[in-house]
């Protein structure tokens, strides 16, 4: 039998936020359509425009909702010194709010490469650079930091796209461990740790 349990508000706005992420990851700001969204979220349009008032009010709160999630991932390495512990902290992090959040994760990572749209670039260029500093606030001027710390931000999330179906809830210490690789840590056999 199915549950008559309707949705709470906050839950309809979460889901509607996540599509429109994932929407606007695909095709941008400019050119991901509403009724994409609403598709993706079980709606009609009317009552995804009614919910939110305009596309650029949905752009706002995926912005918004992006930042939120960039801050939550950065307080997982604060206190720790920058090395090893730090980004395992920060990774596994990323991790739970990519199974959470998955759309979210799907821009962040996709504004690194839509530049065919700068205003993406630009507004979630705050949530991006949290999420870079919170690995290392020396990121933007040791070439070689920076370019691990976008490989491993990349690969945690696409692993974590691309097998979402497979719930990897029980193995996320190996998604884990590919991020700390991506950072310069070897595995020492037991995934999340190394040097």
Do not use: C
């Not at 930042?67 to 730090?86: D, Q, T, W």
């Not at 799907?106 to 260029?125: C, D, H, K, N, Y």
């Amino acid at each position: 039998m199915k549950s008559s349990v309707r949705p709470t508000s906050e839950e309809i706005d979460r889901a509607l936020i996540d599509v429109a992420a994932f929407v606007f990851a695909r095709h941008g700001f400019a050119q991901g359509p509403v009724q994409a969204i609403a598709d993706g979220a079980g709606y009609s349009k009317a009552a995804v425009l009614k919910r939110f008032g305009s596309k650029e009010r949905i752009q706002d709160a995926v912005v918004a909702r992006a930042e939120e999630h960039a801050a939550r991932v950065a307080a997982a390495g604060e206190g720790l010194p920058v090395g090893l512990e730090r980004d395992a902290a920060l990774l596994g992090a990323l991790v739970e709010l990519i199974e959470e959040w998955p759309g979210t994760g799907a821009l962040i990572v996709g504004a690194f490469w839509l530049t065919r749209e700068p205003e993406i670039m630009q507004r979630l260029s705050g949530a991006q650079r949290m999420l870079m500093e919170a690995f290392d606030p020396d990121v933007w001027t040791d070439e070689e930091r920076h370019v691990r710390v976008v490989s491993a931000i990349g690969a945690v999330t696409v692993t974590m796209m691309a097998n979402r179906e497979a719930r990897w809830t029980e193995r996320t210490d190996v998604v884990i461990a590919a991020g700390l690789g991506a950072l310069g840590h070897r595995s020492n056999g037991d995934a999340g740790t190394g040097d």
